[in-house]
């Protein structure tokens, strides 16, 4: 039974064994059928479509040989007024044709002098032959005739003028054809920026290049007219402003006036298909169009003034509150690129005021993206909703500011000891970082400032870690000296040094070799540049904590000096005037209840000064009035900590910046601001009973 059984269960295997196969057979014959339907489908389609070519060759060739109008097929089709033999020769020509259909009027085309007769008689009856189709195709409208007229007829002559060959002439209309009706139909195409390579040659005292000079002659428009390369309306021979009437204000000149230009443009735009503003609208040029144009409304809007009839005012003080003397203007905040983000450092542009500048860390976020990174962002005074341009570095930015010898350059330094370059015409990224080695930075470069003349001038930096390095702009591949600050101490009957954990540097006004550096350990050092091995002359003791800020008198107007006074700001909740010719502070300022973060001389008032601190309150101190309290308050941060302020350069405002991203423009008011002739008297006899 088991010798039975067995073979019984291997027959049943064979029998499954071979439904299966026949199962896979059937299976495999269907798809063999299926694929041989769709490979008959395909030739018949192939089929049918040449069936149809020839019937279409055979059918033109008919209508050729009969000298009837063909329609002429091209892929879109405007219908802006063409230029004509009576026009004014300044207005701009447009086209109703394609480069793919002018490219097919091309083909038959030729010079009538050309080397050929033949030749030229073929061409001349195929360019006739695309005109008289191209009229049919468009309903026989006379415009659209008229433009290819006067297109095939002018790069005809081209080509004729050349006594070029039949095929070389044909080739060469095309590609003039191609390139005119391109030209035509590019709306709001703005010039690329130029990305400038990072040279000594790049840098120059320009910001922005040169624009060319009007010529006394009447203006001449080109071939096509861009929209987008004019922030303001076209020039003409003699410019006036839109008029009622239909003539608008064209001058003697024979230009285009305003309206003219407008409504041609319009025209162009409405004849347009939504496929090609998609199109359009997609393109980089256009973007950047866009984005260029708005800044600029957007920056008339927050004008106070009337910008086209006082187009030469320069008044941005603002409405005050009558009372106070300081009050807030504008917020200044980006919530993708500034949110939660401390203020490291403020800067004003020098050559143009209304631009400055705010470097933040980076942002701790669960989804990190590269607007999470330190940056460095450009606002302009009258713009407070966006920034102006933003520049990006890897590593957290400690303090950057403009290059006052070159507008066009931005210098930063970061927590991991780099100095890292930008330039304003090269995009965000930096264009020059210095190494990271032994010999240069290894630690948070806090202080950062250039000295020296608009010939001869070099970059200083100091590191946290006492070490004091020169840099030429140049070249920044190492230092031109670096040195380690320190401090000679009597212990006994040897000297020792100690070393100096720097948090601040700061040069007076047009010095290059004395400078003062605040510490950890609330000492303020004063050293030069050009002296002794350890380049550590005095230290003056006061502060019971680090110092945060450090700022000498500008010493601006007046006949008195008073490059000797020092500004201190410190962790110990006060602030501090100090003398150089003193050991120790002449006035101390203790009517804070935070730390005080930042302290600045006003550019203008002799006696004036403004502070910062851990609550977000705006300090006015003004030393010809009264020492013992502020002369106004500003709570600018709503509780937030005031990290930096710098001034505007006219003294009548101040900008600030705190832990959450936030930047607040306060106006001072003229009275508090402005100096009287007394001020710099007062100031001196103060000066002299504190010392």
């Not at 007229?149 to 002018?154: A, E, L, P, V």
């Not at 256009?286 to 809007?301: K, N, P, Q």
């Not at 002369?631 to 600018?636: A, G, I, N, W, Y």
Request: a neutral charge; aromatic letters at 8%.
């Amino acid at each position: 039974p088991r010798v039975s059984g067995t073979f019984v269960m291997a027959d049943d295997r064979q029998e499954a064994a071979k439904v299966r196969l026949e199962q896979l057979q059937n299976e495999l014959s269907e798809k063999r059928r299926k694929l041989a339907e769709v490979n008959q489908a395909r030739l018949d389609k192939v089929e049918a479509r040449k069936k149809l070519m020839a019937e279409r060759a055979a059918a033109r060739g008919e209508r050729a040989a009969a000298g009837s109008p063909t329609a002429l097929r091209t892929e879109r089709s405007y219908t802006p007024t063409a230029r004509t033999d009576t026009e004014s020769p300044t207005q701009p020509r447009t086209s109703a044709v394609t480069s793919s259909a002018l490219s097919s009027t091309g083909a038959g085309g030729s010079s009538p002098s050309s080397a050929s007769p033949t030749a030229a008689g073929s061409t001349s009856l195929g360019v006739e032959s695309a005109t008289t189709r191209a009229s049919a195709r468009a309903g026989g409208t006379s415009e659209l005739s008229s433009t290819v007229r006067t297109i095939t007829s002018q790069v005809t002559e081209r080509a004729g003028r050349r006594d070029l060959p039949p095929t070389l002439a044909t080739r060469r209309q095309r590609t003039e054809a191609a390139k005119m009706t391109q030209e035509n139909f590019t709306l709001f195409s703005t010039p690329p920026i130029e990305k400038e390579r990072y040279a000594k040659a790049a840098q120059t005292d320009e910001p922005y290049p040169e624009k060319p000079k009007e010529s006394d002659t009447s203006y001449s428009s080109p071939a096509t007219t861009s929209y987008s390369s004019y922030s303001s309306p076209p020039p003409t021979s003699s410019y006036s402003p839109p008029s009622d009437s239909s003539g608008g204000g064209g001058g003697g000149g024979g230009g285009e006036s305003f309206s003219d230009t407008v409504a041609r443009i319009q025209g162009q735009v409405d004849g347009m298909t939504t496929a090609d503003r998609k199109r359009m609208q997609a393109t980089p040029e256009f973007y950047e169009f866009i984005s260029r144009t708005s800044l600029i409304m957007e920056r008339a809007l927050n004008l106070h003034i009337d910008v086209i009839l006082e187009p030469t005012s320069t008044d941005d003080t603002g409405k005050l509150e009558l009372g106070d003397r300081m009050s807030k203007r504008e917020t200044f905040f980006d919530d993708k690129w500034s949110r939660n983000k401390p203020v490291t450092s403020l800067a004003i542009n020098s050559k143009n005021p209304e631009f400055f500048l705010a470097s933040y860390v980076s942002r701790k976020d669960v989804h990190a993206t590269k607007s999470c990174g330190s940056c460095v962002l450009v606002w302009s005074k009258h713009l407070p909703q966006r920034f102006y341009a933003h520049y990006t570095c890897e590593s957290d930015i400690s303090n950057a500011f403009y290059c006052k010898y070159r507008p066009n350059m931005i210098i930063g330094s970061t927590y991991t000891g780099q100095v890292i370059l930008w330039d304003t015409r090269s995009g965000p990224d930096p264009v020059v970082r210095s190494p990271v080695s032994a010999e240069t930075h290894t630690h948070v470069i806090f202080g950062a400032t250039v000295v020296g003349t608009s010939n001869a001038h070099c970059l200083v930096t100091l590191s946290t870690d006492g070490r004091f390095c020169t840099w030429g702009l140049d070249n920044m591949s190492q230092p031109q000296e670096c040195i380690d600050l320190c401090q000679l101490v009597d212990i006994g009957e040897s000297r020792v040094k100690r070393d100096i954990t720097a948090t601040t540097l700061n040069f007076g006004e047009q010095e290059m070799n004395k400078f003062f550096v605040g510490s950890e350990d609330g000492g303020l050092y004063a050293g030069n540049r050009h002296g002794s091995s350890s380049h550590i002359s005095e230290k003056y003791e006061g502060h019971m904590g680090p110092i945060t800020a450090t700022h000498c008198h500008p010493n601006t107007g007046g006949g008195a000096d008073f490059t000797d006074l020092i500004l201190t700001s410190s962790m110990d909740w006060t602030c501090k005037l100090w003398s150089v010719k003193k050991n120790k502070p002449l006035a101390s300022f203790d009517e804070f209840q935070e730390y005080v973060y930042d302290i600045k001389w006003s550019p203008i008032h002799p006696s004036l000064f403004a502070c910062a601190d851990g609550k977000g309150v705006l300090s006015l101190w003004n030393l010809s009035q009264t020492m013992d309290i502020p002369v106004s308050k500003l709570e600018v941060a709503d509780g937030n900590a005031l990290n930096k302020l710098v001034w505007s350069p006219d003294g009548r405002s101040i900008i600030t910046g705190d832990s959450k991203g936030n930047l607040v423009l306060s106006d001072v008011m003229a009275e508090a601001a402005v100096p009287g002739l007394e001020d710099w008297d007062k100031l001196d006899s103060r000066v002299s009973s504190l010392k």
